[in-house]
């Protein structure tokens, strides 16, 4: 069950017409995916992502490769 504050928080999201127009680009550019994409399309993406996932990312172990072979 969710929240009053959830659900209130899920009902703003949902009246966000910015918010909307984001998972439309990103449920079109999912699907482009399946093919080729240029450098512009990729930008955009990031940049929606950026905005729909914001805050800084998690810290990544860096990972020692011994053997690599290219």
Same mark, same amino acid.
């Given at each position: ?16 017409? /910015? !918010?909307?127009?984001? +998972? ?10 399946? /093919? &080729? =994409? /240029?450098?512009?399309? !990729?930008? &955009?993406?990031?940049?929606?992502? /950026? ?10 172990? +860096?990972? &020692?490769?011994?053997?690599?072979? =290219?």
């Amino acid at each position: 069950m969710l929240s009053e504050e959830e659900k209130q928080e899920l009902r703003e999201m949902a009246a966000s017409e /910015g !918010l909307r127009e984001d +998972f439309r680009t990103l449920r079109r550019n999912s699907r482009a995916m399946e /093919g &080729h =994409i /240029g450098v512009d399309e !990729l930008a &955009h993406w990031l940049t929606v992502m /950026g905005r729909v996932c914001p805050g800084a990312p998690k810290p990544q172990r +860096f990972v &020692h490769y011994t053997k690599v072979k =290219i």
